[in-house]
């Protein structure tokens, strides 16, 4: 692990220029991995459960969308 002391507009600077230089498909994974963990920390109330949603369904889950065997 490295520690490093910076400003926020570096730390910005530095983040922003690492996610450009990921390609389409991989910023897309990203936030879905980002909008799952969202939804893990915050779940929508009165909601049904993703398995409760899709109960008797059949489905395909590409295996980089797959997190712990379950989808938020």
């Given at each position: 692990m490295e520690v490093r002391f910076q400003t926020?507009?570096?730390s910005k600077k530095q983040q922003q220029e690492e996610f450009l230089?990921?390609?389409?498909?991989e910023r897309f994974m990203q936030f879905l991995k980002l909008s799952r963990k969202i939804n893990k920390l915050f779940?929508?109330?009165d909601k049904l459960s993703f398995e409760e949603r899709?109960?008797?369904n059949f489905l395909l889950?590409?295996?980089?969308?797959?997190?712990?065997d379950e989808m938020g």
């Open positions: 926020k507009e570096e230089k990921l390609s389409g498909e779940p929508p109330k899709n109960k008797g889950i590409h295996k980089d969308l797959q997190e712990d």
